[in-house]
């Protein structure tokens, strides 16, 4: 089957189907392909009124507002639509929509989320399209993940294929910054992966070297904190049998180790916050940090905040004991503790069920006449929600709009991958639901 050139477009690489590519589509996937490219503006107008409306993860009312917009889109595709509140962890709440579909049906879950990094107090707030392209808070991650299901959907109605389907979808509200604690506010989407038979997770598409990517597999997010204290008095007596090393010098001594003995195959660590001296604590987020003291008193206290991402749970549970052995060996005159934030993100490792799920959308690609999706180097993914889900579930992760600058004033959104990331996601969970 021919493919066409790839095509460089403003930065974003556009892939085109050739005349042949549908050639071994179905009449309802053919079907789905041209509802897809009938209503691609349609599909932009409902992003650019979901980037319009701000919701950063703290604006509750925001939030909520987008999911009333989502409401709006699904309820007429017969799904029954429920918010859930989750003010009591700190959070806005989620957006659940569920259809029970046929009887035998293959139970689909879909995951995307309300809120963009971007408060309301953001400089960056609107729309602007340019052609094929448009500049967001949002637009990308994940609004346009959302449009792409959207778009999905609606072109499986228009097949008839989205009757028999039993489909899940959790938009949660605070991807971005999750509530506390999270086993609360991931409940629920933990308790619908146990019952789904595939997940798929609509953010951003990965692109490396003009090739769309498939993914997975994403890293864990465990966020941990260590304090030490010392001795402090008069400079001059620092090392000695009294006053020991103080507490800096041992921060660093851990630091440095976790440095230079941690380091393994799929593992990063990061150091994001650090304070000592006379006095220094952290305040009660645990991202900003106060200290006080001289050149020439000892440091009594010092604490220090960062991250570690791996690629399954066991090489996280290995990587906790390593650095708790290294706190634990406590230099002269001082203790350190370390402690591991419970509101960790788990790790999405790269399972065989998850690799036969990029070779069935890869069957999708080729019938589509578009190139194959390697898999993506789980080092250039970081966590999410989908993550909750992987223990129980097989999933793929990158069904959403391609971006790039995510998180940042200036994020843009390739809209052509819209309609290319829809007619993949009609298709393949057309196919999933009916067992192929």
């Given at each position: 089957?021919?493919?066409?050139?790839?095509?460089?477009?403003?930065?974003?690489?556009?892939?085109?189907?050739?005349?042949?590519?549908?050639?071994?589509?179905?009449?309802?996937?053919?079907?789905?392909?041209?509802?897809?490219d009938a209503e691609y503006e349609r599909s932009v107008a409902l992003l650019e009124k979901l980037v319009n409306q701000n919701s950063g993860t703290m604006n509750f009312p925001g939030v909520?507002?987008?999911?009333?917009?989502?409401?709006?889109?699904?309820?007429?595709?017969?799904?029954?639509?429920?918010?859930?509140?989750?003010?009591?962890?700190?959070?806005?709440?989620?957006?659940?929509?569920?259809?029970?579909?046929?009887?035998?049906?293959?139970?689909?879950?879909?995951?995307?989320?309300?809120?963009?990094?971007?408060?309301?107090?953001?400089?960056?707030?609107?729309?602007?399209?340019?052609?094929?392209?448009?500049?967001?808070?949002?637009?990308?991650?994940?609004?346009?993940?959302?449009?792409?299901?959207?778009?999905?959907?609606?072109?499986?109605?228009?097949?008839?294929?989205?009757?028999?389907?039993?489909?899940?979808?959790?938009?949660?509200?605070?991807?971005?910054?999750?509530?506390?604690?999270?086993?609360?506010?991931?409940?629920?989407?933990?308790?619908?992966?146990?019952?789904?038979?595939?997940?798929?997770?609509?953010?951003?598409?990965?692109?490396?070297?003009?090739?769309?990517?498939?993914?997975?597999?994403?890293?864990?997010?465990?966020?941990?904190?260590?304090?030490?204290?010392?001795?402090?008095?008069?400079?001059?007596?620092?090392?000695?049998?009294?006053?020991?090393?103080?507490?800096?010098?041992?921060?660093?001594?851990?630091?440095?180790?976790?440095?230079?003995?941690?380091?393994?195959?799929?593992?990063?660590?990061?150091?994001?916050?650090?304070?000592?001296?006379?006095?220094?604590?952290?305040?009660?987020?645990?991202?900003?940090?106060?200290?006080?003291?001289?050149?020439?008193?000892?440091?009594?206290?010092?604490?220090?905040?960062?991250?570690?991402?791996?690629?399954?749970?066991?090489?996280?549970?290995?990587?906790?004991?390593?650095?708790?052995?290294?706190?634990?060996?406590?230099?002269?005159?001082?203790?350190?503790?370390?402690?591991?934030?419970?509101?960790?993100?788990?790790?999405?490792?790269?399972?065989?069920?998850?690799?036969?799920?990029?070779?069935?959308?890869?069957?999708?690609?080729?019938?589509?006449?578009?190139?194959?999706?390697?898999?993506?180097?789980?080092?250039?993914?970081?966590?999410?929600?989908?993550?909750?889900?992987?223990?129980?579930?097989?999933?793929?992760?990158?069904?959403?709009?391609?971006?790039?600058?995510?998180?940042?004033?200036?994020?843009?959104?390739?809209?052509?991958?819209?309609?290319?990331?829809?007619?993949?996601?009609?298709?393949?969970?057309?196919?999933?639901?009916?067992?192929?």
């Open positions: 089957m021919n493919l066409r050139a790839l095509m460089l477009c403003s930065g974003f690489a556009l892939v085109a189907l050739s005349p042949a590519a549908h050639a071994r589509l179905s009449a309802p996937e053919t079907k789905m392909v041209a509802t897809v909520k507002t987008v999911g009333d917009m989502m409401r709006e889109e699904l309820e007429p595709l017969g799904f029954k639509v429920e918010w859930l509140d989750m003010s009591k962890a700190g959070r806005a709440g989620h957006l659940v929509a569920k259809k029970a579909g046929k009887k035998g049906s293959k139970k689909l879950l879909l995951i995307a989320h309300l809120d963009t990094v971007f408060e309301e107090d953001s400089p960056f707030q609107t729309f602007v399209r340019n052609g094929d392209e448009a500049v967001g808070p949002g637009a990308g991650d994940d609004k346009g993940g959302m449009v792409v299901i959207v778009s999905a959907l609606r072109a499986m109605q228009a097949a008839g294929t989205l009757k028999d389907a039993a489909i899940e979808i959790h938009m949660t509200g605070d991807e971005e910054d999750a509530g506390d604690p999270i086993d609360i506010t991931r409940a629920p989407l933990i308790a619908a992966g146990k019952i789904a038979d595939v997940a798929l997770d609509f953010e951003g598409l990965s692109i490396e070297d003009g090739k769309d990517m498939g993914v997975i597999s994403r890293r864990s997010s465990n966020s941990w904190k260590l304090e030490v204290s010392g001795v402090t008095g008069h400079s001059s007596l620092i090392f000695d049998s009294t006053y020991g090393d103080g507490a800096v010098f041992e921060l660093a001594r851990i630091l440095h180790r976790f440095r230079t003995e941690l380091p393994e195959q799929n593992l990063t660590f990061n150091v994001g916050l650090v304070a000592g001296g006379q006095e220094a604590s952290l305040d009660a987020d645990g991202v900003r940090v106060s200290a006080k003291g001289k050149t020439n008193i000892i440091a009594g206290v010092a604490v220090a905040r960062g991250d570690f991402r791996t690629l399954s749970e066991e090489q996280s549970a290995r990587v906790r004991e390593k650095m708790i052995a290294i706190a634990a060996a406590s230099a002269p005159k001082t203790k350190a503790t370390i402690s591991f934030d419970p509101g960790s993100y788990p790790a999405m490792a790269p399972t065989d069920g998850n690799k036969a799920l990029l070779a069935h959308l890869n069957t999708v690609n080729r019938d589509l006449g578009l190139a194959e999706q390697p898999a993506l180097d789980p080092l250039k993914r970081g966590a999410g929600d989908i993550s909750f889900v992987a223990n129980d579930v097989d999933g793929l992760v990158g069904l959403g709009a391609y971006s790039k600058g995510d998180h940042a004033p200036g994020e843009t959104v390739d809209l052509t991958s819209i309609r290319r990331q829809a007619k993949r996601a009609a298709i393949l969970m057309t196919r999933l639901s009916r067992g192929k």
